[in-house]
């Protein structure tokens, strides 16, 4: 198991920056941030818990019900889409991607093709493919913010993931970053069809289905 090497931060303030900018709340203090290793994310992640590893800091993962259901949503017609035509494998949050040595990622939901999957490990926490497609869900659970989303894309590209799409379940929005070139972000709003482009060819959504309410209208009360 590779280890992380021991970083000193003199104030909160350091720690919240070297984590991309997150809240305060995100942060674990124990163990003690800049020291966190991979076998930390394991020994937490055992008990069911799930966290993050970024220069040496453990971060929460949040997820509330409502992205989660937005996750849970684009996850199964993906998963859809990728066994009708055996592409590879489609996952979600709970399995952490380790893209480098001491950095491990856990995006809301994947692709992976075939042609990239190694061979897991039984019983092994972390999954050491490299995804093409990546999603992440804000909301006011999980709201990001520049620093983060700058630092995760960054992240995922020097992994190589192809693809990204931040999903804000607020505005209704989708931003679809070429993780290659990370500036090159084009917003998809309610009347826009988000495409799987090279990543999933083929695959396309209109992104009205993502955030519209499918509750059946209420029964009329009888007079």
Wanted: charged share 25%; hydrophobic share 40%.
């Amino acid at each position: 198991m590779t280890t992380t090497a021991v970083r000193e931060y003199e104030t909160l303030q350091d720690v919240i920056d070297a984590a991309g900018g997150v809240c305060a709340e995100r942060i674990l203090l124990t163990p003690k941030p800049g020291t966190a290793t991979e076998a930390d994310v394991i020994a937490f992640d055992r008990l069911g818990l799930s966290y993050e590893l970024v220069n040496g800091i453990l971060l929460k993962k949040p997820m509330g019900n409502a992205e989660d259901r937005v996750a849970v949503y684009l996850r199964s017609l993906i998963w859809v889409f990728v066994d009708k035509h055996n592409l590879g494998v489609v996952g979600g949050a709970m399995c952490p991607m380790r893209l480098a040595p001491g950095l491990v990622r856990m995006p809301d939901a994947y692709f992976i093709t075939w042609g990239l999957i190694q061979d897991e490990v039984e019983g092994d926490t972390f999954r050491y493919s490299t995804p093409e497609l990546i999603i992440e869900v804000l909301s006011p659970h999980n709201p990001g913010n520049d620093a983060d989303i700058i630092m995760k894309l960054g992240d995922y590209s020097r992994a190589g993931v192809k693809l990204a799409w931040y999903v804000d379940s607020v505005r209704k929005e989708v931003d679809v970053y070429d993780a290659a070139r990370l500036k090159s972000k084009k917003t998809l709003t309610m009347t826009d069809t988000l495409s799987g482009g090279k990543v999933l060819p083929g695959f396309e959504l209109p992104l009205k289905t993502i955030f519209e309410d499918r509750r059946p209208p209420k029964p009329k009360k009888k007079a």
